[in-house]
């Protein structure tokens, strides 16, 4: 891992990055998205061409893989929306508990939690300068990431704790899940990027795309870091004028 963290590079050195993640995303737009447009018009052309050479069985498999593929674009649609939200929200900076804003984020998740009986441990955690809804957010993505990808047959652990660093707050969130496979960090956080076939787990892969994307908006960042068993995301972020003493409870 770098020595240099995003809250110490210049401006400068962030516009390659900025510049890189629009070609990512013009990439995805033009690439991935279109592909699943291109499997609608295709199936939907083979029903059109002759029906009576297609029998009824064939025709309701090519009308659902027709439905799966317009879903697949909805979702992807609905993720990039929300992504150009994150863009462009305007943030309402403040001093963040962000002890009560993982509380609201595990209330969000409830449902899943409660499903899969996933535990949690949390260490004392400083405050930190942020926009509470947008960190909200960010947090959810990152948890139900670790929620997800989970193994078979094993509860989710999932350990939040603050990391000492006189720098900069940083925070990890450690699972116990299937891990990340090495040399493939980095691209979890890439838009759809999907570590694994198509199908094994829910979702689009643009959560952790969005979380990072609001934590750079914060001028802090996200980011795998080594971890033998399961996932460790390391979260950073400016320091809040406030310290967990219980100010403001």
Not at 147 to 176: L, S
Not at 225 to 245: K, M, N, Q
Request: glycine share 8%.
């Amino acid at each position: 891992m770098s020595g240099v963290s995003s809250l110490q590079e210049p401006t400068a050195n962030r516009l390659p990055l900025l510049e890189q993640e629009l070609n990512d995303f013009t990439y995805i737009v033009s690439h991935d998205l279109a592909a699943s447009f291109r499997h609608i018009t295709g199936f939907s052309d083979l029903l059109a061409r002759n029906f009576s050479d297609v029998s009824s069985q064939d025709q309701g498999v090519y009308v659902g893989l027709i439905r799966d593929a317009a879903q697949k674009c909805e979702c992807m649609l609905d993720k990039l929306h929300a992504y150009s939200r994150v863009l462009n929200a305007p943030m309402n900076l403040e001093d963040c508990d962000v002890t009560r804003v993982l509380d609201v984020v595990r209330l969000r998740l409830s449902a899943s939690i409660k499903e899969c009986g996933a535990q949690f441990e949390i260490g004392q955690l400083d405050w930190v300068r942020a926009d509470s809804e947008l960190l909200t957010d960010a947090l959810a993505h990152i948890l139900d990431n670790a929620i997800k990808f989970r193994r078979t047959g094993v509860a989710p652990r999932i350990a939040i704790g603050q990391v000492p660093d006189q720098a900069e707050w940083k925070m990890r969130i450690r699972d116990n899940g299937i891990g990340v496979t090495e040399g493939e960090q980095e691209r979890h956080f890439t838009m759809f990027h999907r570590g694994h076939a198509e199908g094994a787990y829910p979702g689009t892969g643009a959560g952790l795309t969005i979380a990072r994307r609001i934590l750079r908006r914060h001028e802090g960042d996200a980011r795998f870091v080594e971890c033998h068993d399961g996932a460790c995301v390391e979260i950073v972020l400016p320091r809040g004028g406030l310290a967990y003493s219980g100010e403001g409870k």
